[in-house]
């Protein structure tokens, strides 16, 4: 039932900033966890950031200081702002939205290029 669509995502210089979005239809959006995870090249897809329907945020270690995620309820969408970015931060992004009882949802992914 919920459509998630990412986007913001593109080609950055080491240092640089980008702030990606995920727009998901559906009316009960407030009741979900969103997460934002990451795929890069060779490896598996990890937790990057979430979001609970609190409010309550947490984060990958190696992200933390550098990346928030916030959501707006009345807008349906979750964001991720990203600074400082590095190398080891290219990766496909993935926007989830997850509840203990409904099913899990993802996202196409958004592709975040840091480099030189």
């Known amino acids: 039932q919920v459509q998630l669509v990412e986007s913001g995502g593109g080609l950055v210089q080491p240092g640089g900033s980008l702030k990606l979005s995920c727009a998901a239809s559906g009316s009960i959006f407030s009741i979900y966890t969103m997460g934002w995870y990451r795929q890069a090249p060779g490896k598996q897809r990890e937790l990057v950031a979430a979001?609970?329907?609190?409010?309550?945020?947490n984060y990958a270690d190696s992200v933390k200081g550098r990346f928030t995620i916030s959501r707006d309820n009345a807008k349906n969408t979750v964001y991720l702002q990203m600074n400082n970015l590095k190398p080891e931060d290219t990766a496909v992004y993935y926007c989830n939205a997850q509840h203990k009882v409904l099913a899990d949802y993802w996202g196409q992914g958004t592709q975040v290029t840091v480099s030189s």
């Open positions: 979001i609970t329907s609190g409010f309550s945020t």
